[in-house]
C-alpha cells in the first residue's frame, strides 16, 4: 500500500469523523447514548464507503514448500507373475511408499503400469493380469506429469516390453531413472520364435514371404529343428545352429497359397535340451489366402500401340491375365471379369449384345477409328456428337473424384491423346478423373471418366495414343511404377462388381490374445454422406460355447468404433446393426491362443542397465533397496523449495465489507425510525 493510500485513508477517517459528530452533535448539544450510537454507525457506513471508493490494494506474503516428485512406477503385467517376482514386486512397492524419510524429502507419486500408467494408493490394487507391457508409455506419461522438473523416478519392473517404441531412449535424461529389476537373472538355456514377419494377405496360387526371428540364451552348443505346420501338413523345415557366439538365427522362407480363405500356421523349435520355459517354443500366425485372379480381354479390329501397353501396364499385377481379341474371337466372354473394347465400331455388336445378359464391367477407349453413331446406339452414358476433325486433348486431374484411391502422377504433363473433336453429353451419373482441355483452354468434358449405376461399372477413356502416358511416365520417374499403378487401379475398381453399401465395416479377420481388437464401422445415407446420427451396435457370438455379447459403438471424428478387448481366444461370428434403418453387416473373426507375456525366462537386464546409462541413474536388485533408498536420501541434487507466494487483493473484492455497510445502514435507519427521528 503506496503512502498517497495510506494520506487518503486517514482522510476519510476524518471527514466521517466529522460529517458524523456535525449531523449528531453540532447542532444537538444532547450527548445521549442513543446519538453516540447513530453516530457511530453513520461513521461505519462512511468510512466503508470511502474505503471502497479509494480501493487499496492489500497484499499478504504467504509461504509453500514444493517438495521434488519420486514417481515411484511398479510393472503390473503378467509377465512379473510368470517370472514368480509379484511377491517381491509388491514388498519393495511399500517399502518404498511407506518410507518416512522418502515422504519427507519427496513428494511420492505412486503408479502402476501394463498397456498404460494409472495412478494407485498402495499394492493391494495390483493384479499382475496386464496382457501388456509398455514402458515407453511410462515415459511419455511422466514427462507430461511432471513439466519442467528435475526428479528421479524408480522403475519396478523386469524389463520386458511387449509393446511401444524402445523405451531406454524415451525417458527423460535430464531425470534419473533407478530401474529394480525383478526377476530371476540366472540364465538358463532357451530357444524362442521371438518374432514373424508375414504379410496378412497373400493371393491364392502364388507364394508368401515369412521372415523369422529366432532367439537362444545358453552357454553351449546346440543344434535345433526349426518347423513350419499348416494343420498337421509339415510345409517347411530346416536345421539350425546356436553357440555362445550365435545367438540368433533368420529364416526367410516362401510358403504356398494353395488354400482360400484363413489359414492358421505354426512355426515352432526343437531341441534336444531341456528348458525351463517351452511356451515361446511356437509361435501361429495367420494369413488370409484371397483367390483375386482376374482375366481382362482386350477387344480390338485395328492394331495399335496402345493394345501392348495396356496389356503390359496391367500384367504387372500378377494377379491379372490379359487375352487380345477381335470382335469375332468373343464366342466365351463368360470367362472374363473386365472387357476392355478399344476403338468400337459396328464389328463390335455381338460384344455389346453378348454383354447385356453377361453384364461384364467394361472400359471403352475411344479414337480416330471410333464409329460414335454406333457408340450412341450401344451405350446410354454419353452421348457424342463429333465431327471428322481430330484434335489433341491434354488432361486436367480432378481432385475431388472419390470412387477410389488415386494420387495425381502428373496428369497435367503428359502428351494429348487424339480424338475426334465434338461435344461429349452426360446423360447419366459418372465421376470424372481426367477433363479434357485444349492447350490451355478447357472443354469441360470428360478426358477419363467412371460410373457406377446399378451394379454395373464402366470406364471410359477418350482419346488414343495411351501408350506415350506410360513412355512419359518411365522418362519422368525412370520407372512405369505411377502409370502402372494408375491402370491397376482402374482395373481393380472395374474387376470388383461390390456396389456402394451404406454399412461399411472394417475388421481383421484374426488377432492375437492380448491385442486390441477395435472394430470401425460407417454409415451413409441415401446421398451417400456420412450420417452421424446412426445408433450402431454389435453383437458377437463364440462360436464354440455360443455365449452372446452386445455392445454399442462409440462415434468418433468420421467413424464409429468398438473396442472388444478381453474376449478369450476362440473363432467369432458378429453382426453389427444400424438401429434406424435395421442395416447389417456380419463377418467372422478368430483370437488366436497367444499369450505374448509369457514368452520371457529372465528379465531383461540388458535394456534396463541401457536405461540407466542413459539417464544418469543406477541399477538395483531387490536385496539393494535400502541402498536404492540411501541414495536417494543422500542426493543432494533434490531439495525441497519455499516459495513465497504473494496475494494483491483489490479491498473492492471484499464482501464481507458490502455486508458491513448494509447492516450500518439498516441498523441506523431501524433505530431512527423507532425512535421518531425520520
Known amino acids: 500500500m503506496n ?69 515411484i512406477i511398479i510393472d503390473n503385467s503378467s509377465s512379473i507373475s510368470d517370472l514368480k517376482a509379484n511377491t517381491i514386486s509388491k514388498e519393495l512397492f511399500t517399502k518404498l511408499i511407506s518410507n518416512n524419510d522418502l515422504k519427507n524429502k519427496f513428494d511420492i507419486q505412486s503408479f ?21 507391457t509398455d514402458i515407453d508409455k511410462v515415459a511419455k506419461n511422466l514427462k507430461e506429469r511432471n513439466k519442467n522438473s528435475t526428479y528421479p523416478s524408480v522403475l519396478i519392473t523386469d524389463g520386458n516390453q511387449t509393446s511401444g517404441a524402445d523405451y531406454v531412449f524415451s525417458f527423460n535424461p535430464e531425470n534419473k531413472v533407478y530401474p529394480l529389476i525383478v526377476g530371476d537373472t540366472t540364465t538358463y538355456l532357451d530357444i524362442k520364435i521371438n518374432q514373424i514377419n508375414v504379410n496378412k494377405y497373400a493371393f491364392h496360387k502364388n507364394k508368401f514371404p515369412v521372415e523369422v526371428f529366432i532367439q537362444y540364451a545358453g552357454t553351449k552348443s546346440i543344434n535345433a529343428n526349426f518347423v513350419i505346420s499348416n494343420g498337421n501338413t509339415i510345409l517347411f523345415k ?42 515361446n517354443n511356437s509361435k501361429k500366425f495367420a494369413v488370409q489366402i484371397i483367390d483375386q485372379k482376374s482375366e481382362v480381354a482386350i477387344i480390338s479390329s485395328i492394331n495399335h500401340p496402345d493394345l501392348g501397353a495396356l496389356k503390359r501396364s496391367i500384367e504387372t499385377n500378377a494377379q491379372r491375365k490379359v487375352t487380345i481379341l477381335k470382335p469375332n474371337q468373343t464366342s466365351n466372354l463368360n470367362l472374363f471379369n473386365v ?15 453378348s454383354n447385356k445378359n453377361l453384364k461384364i464391367n467394361t472400359f471403352i477407349i475411344t479414337g480416330n477409328d471410333t464409329d460414335f453413331t454406333f457408340l450412341n446406339q ?13 484434335e489433341d ?70 482419346g488414343e495414343n495411351s501408350w506415350k502416358w506410360r513412355a512419359h511416365s518411365y522418362l519422368e520417374k525412370k520407372a512405369f511404377d505411377k502409370y502402372d499403378v494408375f491402370i491397376d487401379k482402374t482395373i481393380q475398381f472395374l474387376a470388383s462388381n461390390d456396389s456402394k453399401k451404406s454399412l461399411i465395416v472394417n475388421h481383421e479377420r484374426f488377432y492375437n490374445s492380448g491385442d486390441a481388437i ?46 472388444l478387448d478381453g474376449l478369450s481366444a476362440g473363432n467369432y461370428s458378429f453382426l453389427v446393426r444400424e438401429l434406424n434403418s435395421n442395416a447389417v453387416y456380419s463377418s467372422t473373426f ?89
Open 3 to 71: 503512502s498517497i493510500t495510506i494520506v487518503l485513508l486517514v482522510l476519510s477517517v476524518f471527514f466521517a469523523g466529522g460529517l458524523s459528530f456535525f449531523q449528531y452533535f453540532f447542532k444537538n448539544k444532547s450527548s445521549s447514548k442513543l446519538n453516540l450510537l447513530l453516530a457511530t454507525l453513520r461513521f461505519i457506513t462512511l468510512v466503508s464507503i470511502l474505503v471502497l471508493l479509494i480501493n487499496p490494494i492489500i497484499t499478504r506474503n504467504s509461504f509453500e514448500t514444493i517438495k521434488t516428485p519420486l514417481p
Open 112 to 132: 502402476s503400469f501394463d498397456t498404460d500408467m494409472q495412478s494407485i494408493d498402495g499394492a493391494n490394487e495390483l493384479n499382475f493380469k496386464g496382457n501388456q
Open 238 to 279: 530346416q536345421s539350425v545352429s546356436f553357440s555362445p557366439a550365435k545367438k540368433s538365427e533368420v529364416v526367410n522362407l516362401l510358403l504356398p497359397a494353395d488354400k482360400t480363405g484363413l489359414q492358421i500356421f505354426n512355426a515352432s523349435i526343437t531341441s534336444n535340451e531341456s528348458e525351463k520355459n517351452t511356451y
Open 339 to 353: 472387357l476392355i473394347l478399344y476403338q468400337p465400331t459396328a464389328e463390335f455388336k455381338s460384344v455389346f449384345e
Open 378 to 390: 450401344q451405350q446410354s452414358i454419353f452421348e457424342f456428337k463429333m465431327s471428322s476433325q481430330k
Open 393 to 462: 486433348y491434354l488432361a486436367s486431374f480432378e481432385s475431388n473424384f472419390n470412387l477410389f484411391a488415386i494420387d495425381d502422377i502428373g496428369f497435367e504433363n503428359f502428351p494429348p491423346l487424339e480424338n475426334p473433336f465434338g461435344t461429349i453429353t452426360t446423360k447419366e451419373n459418372i465421376s470424372v478423373l481426367l477433363s479434357s482441355r485444349i492447350r490451355n483452354v478447357a472443354t469441360n468434358q470428360p478426358l477419363f471418366a467412371l460410373s457406377d449405376n446399378s451394379g454395373i461399372r464402366t470406364a471410359f477413356l477418350f
Open 518 to 563: 477395435e472394430i470401425t464401422a460407417q454409415y451413409f445415407n441415401k446421398n451417400y454422406e456420412f450420417d452421424d446420427k446412426a445408433r450402431l451396435s454389435i453383437t458377437v457370438t463364440n462360436s464354440k460355447s455360443k455365449q452372446v455379447k452386445k455392445y454399442d459403438l462409440l462415434k468418433t471424428t468420421n467413424s464409429f468404433k468398438v473396442n
Open 590 to 678: 478368430e483370437i488366436l491362443d497367444f499369450d505374448i507375456e509369457k514368452q520371457f525366462v529372465n528379465p531383461d537386464v540388458v535394456k534396463l542397465k541401457q536405461l540407466a546409462t542413459q539417464t544418469d541413474g543406477q541399477v538395483f536388485v531387490p536385496n539393494q533397496i535400502d541402498n536404492l533408498i540411501k541414495m536417494l536420501l543422500n542426493d543432494s541434487n533434490y531439495k525441497a523449495i519455499q516459495k513465497n507466494i504473494v496475494t494483491k487483493t483489490p479491498l473492492i473484492d471484499w464482501i464481507w465489507l458490502l455486508v458491513l455497510i448494509a447492516i450500518s445502514l439498516a441498523s441506523e435507519w431501524f433505530i431512527r425510525k423507532y425512535n421518531g427521528m425520520l
